[in-house]
């Protein structure tokens, strides 16, 4: 049954990776969603099947079912006026070429920090050029801290476009 959850676990990772849709300003929470969905249903099928006695498989897919649903929503935290934030300094980064912070107070009262490098990455298509961003985000009032990548790729105007 121990591979029953592995099994869960690898489909979850999979499905995260190939099945999220592109990042956008929108598109980030549902991006974000995913990962934590896909990190939590690993860890619940896993907890399920070690600690699931004599039924594991069935304990492996409700752990996997309530880590994903878990992860998404933790994941998600993130409101509108944060991503503005992040997004400002991701194009900053991108612009600059420098490493840019951003602190700000959040709807919740918390203070937040977005830390975002930019570095040149080979272009997805044609002789486009395409910059990969390194975000790392800090929420001081929870304590949690988060990571995100953004690939952005010069517009044939001269704007930045996420990928």
Partial sequence: MLRTAWVVALAALFSASVLI?????????????????????AAGAIA???FGGDRRG????IGAGAGAAAGCLIARAVTKADERHMDYAEQQAVATGEPTTVNWTSDDGSEKSYEVTAAPTE?????????TTSGHLVDS?????GTSEQVYCKAPDGSWVAQ
């Fill in 123 to 131: 272009a997805s298509a044609g002789d486009q050029e395409c910059v």
């Fill in 141 to 145: 009032g929870t304590g949690e801290q």
């Fill in 48 to 50: 399920g099947a070690i």
């Fill in 21 to 41: 849709p592109p990042a956008d300003a929108a598109g980030r929470k549902w991006r974000n969603c995913g990962k934590g969905a896909a990190a939590g249903a």
């Fill in 58 to 61: 069935r304990n492996a897919l």
